[in-house]
């Protein structure tokens, strides 16, 4: 059996907010929570994956969620992944696969084969769940597979698998043509979960209740549009460091009032910060773009090592889940369930239309040009986690797009005849690479080495928009 | 009075030193120990010898390199990149794209009609792909590291090294020896395999003439000839690849104590002493 020595604890990061500081608690609150449910056995817990537009369905029918990635991301924060990635490996996992999935894999056998938790598991451990609620969509394939391989260690929990497509972009086709079948569809797989989870938990669907729990979801998303739309403001009150904290009531708290209330205090914050002319650092310099890409979760303090530098990070795509609804002309509806449908197609098709009038442009290099322009971005960073091939494979070409399709820095050279022309430049990338949790894909020394020459580069640049 | 400019580039294998002030005065080339910031005052000083200078009479001095921080005395830290654009834009006006085989990694850099960064991209954590994979492969066939470039190109019949990785390429290079495989016929099937690592990371910049090899790698002929057939392109080298990191430091220092002195504005300068520090 591979060694199951714990890593050494990381440096904690510098939040900008006091909100971004409260998170750590508040995750390690609700990780208890579900270990508490499991001892009292009174609600029943499924494990399950974020970006459903489900959790509504969850709450309303008292069903504990466990976040499987959130877990093994909390064990890549704390330094503590490598063991269950080992465990995972020993199994015959290739270490190249999902490394949420191999953590969450190899810590499921292990808690299986002890019959309790594995020794020191990070915030008490990830509670045994009664269902596995799994989905296929075509963000990630490992997310209908993963439990399948849990299953193997808990063959008497059962597997709800929930199928969430959208309208892939044809710039000669309107998706709207088209969405009427995707709704149909999804309306069908979320009722499906439901009549699963009502089989599960031997209870109806309040279905008033389930109606204000999608009510308080929109209104929350629409808090959350607002409150992220003050980090335009100059200086940037919040970073994206920051915001890889406050992604947790987005991601993982979403249809709960404790989630709208998190967000009424973080705008609150970010006015009083912006009142103040208050940064997330002292002297801004430069504002970048977390432009895609899943963060180093044990390597967060980078983003203080960029704040050293000047920069902050006024915009990321990443874990940004929410989108404005008054901009998504939605069909009216009284079916929860069918909203939900809506709003899910509406997220995902929400760039189409833009996209199809720069020549050249995508949905998703559109979304990056939109946020350069209202940030006043002056470059984009990028993680590719070498085991998240799903999410990551398009971040060059993306990165590429761009830099053909858009240049927004205008300079004046001197030309080879001597005389100064006006030349248009594109905006400087730098592309980090490592892992979500996989530590022993990582160099500090190398990361910090890029960041540095990017920084000069950033520089370089702003002394010549000056000159 | 003349001005002298230091740029000191504390790269993972070789430690070079540039005294500069209109043109080079005195260059030094010296291994990187693990007592990094001992060996950047050995190399110094060495550099201060050659050009008969004492380290008082240097105006500044600037560190690059990923020992850029364990030089005490330096006035000021650049990183490689921005160095190598800098000492190479010097040696050639018209570069636009850069890439430096260093001992451990590459990087390979765009510039424009200015001279300035437009792109990076560097490989690290793997040392296939860089200076360090030729040294383990010349080991593994027993020829001289400076002879690996020129017997690689009487090679008619270049081996396929499908390995990228540099443990597992130094195994199929000794399996192909063991076969009878020529040693220029491997040596050539390394270079390839080496231009097609480089090349991938190289192409995720937009290439543009005239391309400039630079660091320790463009030392190897066989290489640069493998890499000119995969680019397509023309392959400029400096005479002494080694020191334009160093060149870049001290044109650096150069700069910006003229730029001081044109705003007026004091510099922050070390005190010149060039005393033997202990790290291990």
Redesign the interface.
């Known amino acids: 059996m591979a060694d199951e020595q714990k890593e050494a604890k990381p440096k904690k990061r510098m939040t900008a907010t006091q909100a971004a500081a409260s998170i750590g608690p508040m995750v390690k609150e609700f990780i208890t929570g579900t270990l508490r449910a499991r001892a009292e056995g009174k609600q029943k817990i499924a494990y399950t994956f974020i970006v459903c537009h489900h959790e509504e369905i969850f709450r309303a029918m008292d069903v504990v969620p466990v976040w499987t990635e959130n877990f093994a991301g909390i064990c890549g924060a704390k330094r503590d992944a490598e063991r269950f990635l080992q465990r995972a490996e020993s199994l015959g996992l290739s270490r190249s696969l999902c490394t949420y999935a191999l953590c969450g894999i190899g810590f499921d056998q292990w808690r299986e084969e002890l019959g309790q938790m594995p020794p020191d598991a990070p915030w008490g451990g990830q509670a045994r769940p009664d269902m596995m609620i799994s989905s296929g969509q075509i963000l990630c394939d490992p997310r209908s597979k993963w439990y399948q391989a849990s299953q193997q260690f808990m063959p008497d929990v059962p597997i709800y698998n929930i199928d969430l497509p959208h309208p892939l972009f044809q710039r000669d086709q309107d998706h709207r043509e088209v969405w009427g079948y995707y709704h149909k569809y999804i309306v069908k797989q979320l009722r499906g979960l439901v009549a699963f989870l009502e089989e599960q938990t031997k209870k109806k669907m309040d279905y008033d209740r389930l109606r204000e729990l999608v009510n308080l979801s929109d209104r929350t998303w629409s808090l959350i549009e607002e409150t992220y739309d003050l980090r335009k403001a100059v200086p940037c009150p919040m970073g994206t460091g920051d915001a890889m904290n406050t992604m947790v009531p987005i991601n993982f708290m979403m249809a709960t009032q404790q989630a709208y209330d998190f967000f009424v205090n973080l705008k609150k914050e970010l006015e009083e910060k912006i009142a103040k002319g208050e940064g997330e650092v002292e002297k801004e310099k430069y504002r970048l773009m977390w432009g895609g890409g899943l963060p180093a979760w044990f390597a967060l303090t980078d983003f203080n090592y960029f704040n050293s530098k000047g920069a902050s990070f006024p915009v990321e795509t990443t874990y940004r889940m929410v989108a404005p609804l008054n901009q998504m002309n939605l069909p009216e509806t009284k079916d929860p369930i069918e909203h939900l449908a809506w709003r899910w197609l509406g997220y995902w098709t929400l760039w189409f239309d833009k996209a199809k009038k720069r020549p050249g442009s995508e949905p998703d290099v559109e979304r990056l040009i939109n946020r350069i322009e209202e940030y006043k971005i002056d470059g984009v960073v990028m993680h590719e986690a070498f085991s998240c091939r799903t999410w990551h494979v398009g971040l060059?070409w993306q990165l590429n797009q761009l830099?053909k399709i858009y240049k927004p820095i205008s300079?004046y050279?001197?030309?080879?005849d001597g005389k100064k022309e006006k030349?248009y430049?594109?905006l400087?990338?730098l592309?980090l690479?490592s892992d979500i949790i996989d530590i022993t894909?990582y160099?500090e020394?190398?990361?910090r080495?890029?960041i540095?020459?990017?920084i000069?580069?950033l520089e370089?640049?702003r002394l010549?928009k000056a000159a | 009075m003349t001005s002298y400019f230091a740029g000191i580039d504390v790269g993972s294998t070789i430690t070079k030193a540039v005294i500069l002030d209109k043109g080079i005065v005195a260059s030094v080339i010296g291994p990187t120990g693990p007592e990094q910031r001992r060996l950047a005052n050995r190399v110094m000083e060495e550099a201060l010898n050659r050009a008969t200078l004492s380290f008082q009479a240097i105006t500044y001095i600037v560190s690059t390199g990923?020992g850029r921080i364990n030089v005490p005395f330096a006035d000021k830290q650049?990183?490689?990149?921005?160095c190598h654009a800098k000492g190479i834009r010097n040696l050639f006006p018209k570069a636009k794209t850069i890439i430096d085989i260093g001992g451990q990694?590459i990087k390979a850099i765009r510039i424009?009609?200015?001279g300035?960064?437009?792109?990076?991209?560097?490989n690290?954590?793997c040392a296939a792909g860089s200076g360090r994979f030729i040294e383990v492969i010349a080991d593994a066939v027993g020829v001289p590291l400076d002879k690996v470039g020129g017997l690689s190109l009487q090679s008619k019949n270049p081996a396929k090294i499908s390995n990228i990785c540099t443990i597992w390429a130094q195994q199929e290079v000794a399996a192909s020896l063991a076969q009878g495989v020529p040693v220029s016929d491997l040596l050539a099937g390394v270079h390839h395999s080496l231009a097609d690592r480089i090349c991938r990371l190289v192409n995720?910049l937009?290439v543009e003439e005239e391309i400039v090899v630079t660091g320790g790698g463009a030392k190897n002929k066989g290489l640069l000839k493998a890499l000119s057939d995969q680019l397509g392109n023309e392959i400029r080298v400096p005479e002494d690849p080694l020191i334009t990191g160093a060149l870049g430091a001290a044109l650096l220092g150069k700069e910006i104590v003229e730029k001081a002195k044109e705003n007026h504005t004091p510099l922050k300068i070390k005190e010149r002493i060039l005393e033997q520090i202990e790290i291990l």
């Open positions: 060059i830099a300079v050279v001197v030309g080879r030349v430049r594109e400087p990338s592309i690479e894909s160099s020394v190398d990361t080495n890029k540095d020459a990017f000069e580069t370089s640049n010549n | 990923y650049f990183t490689e990149i921005t990694d424009d009609a200015a300035k960064i437009i792109d990076f991209v560097m690290d954590k995720r937009k």
